[in-house]
């Protein structure tokens, strides 16, 4: 008589956070992280909406001024076991939310070419709190200064975004690539979603400032 036993078949790997389909999610995975770090999230802070972009990036910043973005020094807190808690980026620093999005060698080289992108000689954002605000006292209008909190929301959510794929085993992107990548998709979320007015792309790469106060613009960003 022949007994198939357990011992009979091929020692493999489960996956906790799989697939359905039984295979390594780094999507899932990212999820399992967020909820570690997210606990006790307060409800939504309603000032932290931009009609000019998608809810999914609204609520990214709003978690990033309450410090629940799933960076290596969080996780470590929370008993998470890491084979480091240091910057992945650049490896020069403990990753904090701070680190990551902000003093970073390679965010604050992504921040200066925005800064240089805009003709801005001061950027204004030395903390989440700021980076969530975005105020600015360069802007004359109140559309100029939502296009501008657009653009900031925007570079952060992609810096952050190519953080998470580098940890989970994509190349690195340059600087000059995701700034390129800013300025695309600012532009199609701000074009999809502006009612009184429209970005021209030559001039949105240019001279993006021109439609702070721009007279052939309509005020208003509904
Ligand atoms: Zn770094």
């Not at 999914?56 to 709003?62: E, N, V």
């Not at 570079?155 to 940890?167: E, F, P, Q």
């Not at 021209?200 to 960003?221: H, M, Y």
């Amino acid at each position: 008589m022949n007994f198939k036993t357990p011992l009979d078949k091929q020692d493999t790997w489960n996956w906790k956070f799989a697939t359905k389909q039984g295979h390594f999610s780094s999507r899932a995975f990212m999820n399992h992280l967020n909820e570690i770090v997210a606990s006790n999230l307060p409800s939504p802070d309603p000032t932290l909406v931009n009609p000019l972009l998608p809810q999914k990036i609204g609520i990214f910043i709003w978690r990033a001024k309450l410090n629940k973005l799933p960076v290596r020094t969080e996780l470590d807190k929370r008993g998470i076991d890491l084979h480091s808690t240091r910057c992945p980026i650049c490896d020069n620093d403990l990753e904090t939310l701070h680190h990551s999005l902000i003093s970073c060698k390679h965010s604050a080289d992504i921040w200066d070419r925005i800064r240089k992108w805009w003709n801005l000689n001061n950027l204004y954002i030395s903390s989440l709190n700021d980076l969530s605000k975005c105020s600015n006292p360069s802007f004359n209008s109140s559309t100029g200064l939502a296009i501008w909190q657009a653009v900031v929301w925007t570079s952060s959510y992609l810096i952050w975004k190519n953080r998470n794929d580098l940890v989970f085993g994509n190349n690195k992107q340059s600087c000059p690539k995701i700034v390129s990548d800013i300025q695309s998709k600012s532009y199609e979320w701000i074009n999809c979603r502006w009612k009184k007015g429209k970005l021209e792309w030559l001039q949105w790469i240019t001279n993006p400032k021109s439609f702070d106060a721009n007279p052939t613009v309509k005020a208003g960003i509904d």
